[in-house]
């Protein structure tokens, strides 16, 4: 940067900080995140993406845009891969409930994430540089709001700023329509127009399609809810543990690509029993290929299977005064020192086997029940409905429920890390990406993801 532009640059932010202050006093939602209309970058290209308005099957189609001039934090990505999140189903394919109100009529990019090389930065961006190769995160971090100065990054508010209010147009339709990016990331498009805070940069040679499936969103909060310091270990102030420990008995309820990359943390982090728990054959195979040490299919056992979970978490003796672990009273006795519930309800009906609940309130209330006095769970899916639960065990049962974003990853710390486990072999992507998909064939591979035919489904653009 010569003299000139430094000043200039200087002269902007100074500016652009008064605005911006301006704009958070009145509360102004899109102010705060497209903080400066100074010193325009123009990348205007053509590019194709995937546009979702209106309602029911076909309101997803695949259209020419071209790219508007970016501003102030955006970042331009244009993407190598993004995966096709299940909870996103309702908005691309017109199913389930999770799409509807002003949104629906905006012309949306959707996905949430995705992973791609830095083609453009607004003036005031510093994390990462043109040509750098980036996780476009699913959960943002800031590192200067409220949350994510407690150390919660995973609830960064960033996060909740993505309604049609704060959204911004990132390209036009051939007919002048303004196209917007889904969370501010708009993942199934060649390219991704997001802002500073959603962008990590990372540092590998692996391919597209297995950067993609680990540093999507489900595979982030996995590995994270398995691998990362601890929520309540943070909160105390002690700087951070793990709460999966070596030795530790872990429970995987659900099979997703979620729970698959969970079952790989358990293993990296050195737990010796790992319990995958999912109706779908093919997926409790694929969880003992990546790591179970037993799998359980919640159909088969009903009403047992949190019973049975407790009988596998007995250890090999149940002496209590040489360390064994109870095997029944009133909290619950044994059961896995640490639980993933990563089940869900369902969006449509599957056409693999069906699991016992498909609003997914039965397994997370299996999940906590089966956590041990002592133990942890982390919670990551998205059911509906309301959850009841045994009282006692709530109340005195002694279980620390963690529940957040990403499955408490920090987004800066940990996806960095996470992509080390993919470069040094630990965590195996090419298991869980079974269908790589071109973006073309975004629509097909969407069904097998909603059906359940496919674990994950990775496009490649
Ligand atoms: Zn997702
Ligand atoms: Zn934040």
Redesign the pocket.
């Known amino acids: 940067m010569d003299a000139e532009d430094a000043h200039a640059s200087r002269r902007s932010l100074l500016k652009t900080g008064l605005a911006a202050a301006g704009a958070a006093a009145l509360g102004s939602a899109p102010d705060v995140l497209a903080q400066s209309r100074s010193a325009s970058v123009s990348t205007a290209r053509r590019f194709r993406g995937w546009v979702s308005r209106g309602s029911g099957a076909g309101r997803t189609t695949l259209h020419d845009l071209t790219l508007r001039p970016i501003t102030g934090r955006q970042v331009v990505v244009r993407t190598e891969a993004t995966n096709l999140c299940y909870s996103n189903t309702g908005a691309v394919l017109g199913l389930g409930p999770n799409f509807g109100g002003r949104l629906s009529t905006m012309a949306l990019i959707q996905g949430h994430g995705g992973v791609g090389i830095v083609e453009a930065v607004g003036p005031e961006v510093r994390r990462v540089q043109v040509g750098d190769r980036v996780c476009v995160s699913g959960t943002?971090?800031?590192?200067?709001?409220y949350?994510?100065l407690r150390g919660r990054?995973d609830m960064?508010?960033?996060l909740g700023r993505q309604g049609p209010d704060d959204l911004v147009p990132i390209a036009d339709m051939r007919d002048g329509t303004p196209v917007y990016a889904n969370s501010h990331i708009g993942g199934l498009a060649e390219l991704m127009v997001t802002f500073e805070?959603w962008v990590v940069p990372v540092f590998t040679k692996a391919s597209a399609a297995d950067l993609g499936m680990v540093c999507s969103c489900v595979a982030v909060a996995g590995l994270g809810a398995t691998t990362s310091q601890g929520v309540a270990h943070l909160r105390q102030g002690s700087g951070g543990q793990a709460l999966v420990e070596p030795g530790s008995i872990v429970a995987v309820v659900g099979c997703g690509p979620l729970g698959l990359s969970g079952v790989q943390g358990a293993r990296i982090s050195g737990a010796s029993t790992i319990i995958a728990i999912d109706p779908v054959r093919v997926r409790r195979e694929l969880a003992m290929k990546v790591g179970a040490t037993h799998t359980l299919d919640p159909n088969a056992e009903g009403d047992k299977l949190v019973e049975r979970v407790r009988e596998l978490s007995r250890g090999p003796h149940n002496r209590l005064w040489a360390g064994g672990r109870d095997s029944g009273g009133l909290l619950g006795g044994a059961g896995a020192d640490f639980v993933l519930e990563a089940a869900g309800a369902d969006q449509a009906p599957p056409r693999v086997e069906a699991g016992p609940d498909p609003t997914g309130i039965l397994p997370l209330r299996q999940a906590y029940e089966m956590c041990a006095p002592g133990g942890h769970i982390v919670t990551t899916s998205l059911p509906r409905g309301n959850l009841t639960l045994p009282a006692v065990l709530f109340t005195i049962g002694g279980r620390t429920h963690h529940a957040g974003q990403a499955g408490g990853a920090s987004p800066m710390r940990d996806i960095p890390r996470l992509v080390e486990l993919l470069d040094k072999g630990q965590y195996n992507a090419k298991a869980l990406a079974t269908s790589v998909i071109p973006l073309e064939q975004m629509l097909q591979a969407y069904e097998a993801v909603v059906y359940r035919t496919t674990v994950t489904a990775i496009m490649t653009v």
Do not use: T, V, Y
């Not at 943002?140 to 709001?145: A, D, L, N």
């Open positions: 943002p971090q800031c590192g200067s709001c949350q994510c990054a960064c508010q960033f805070e």
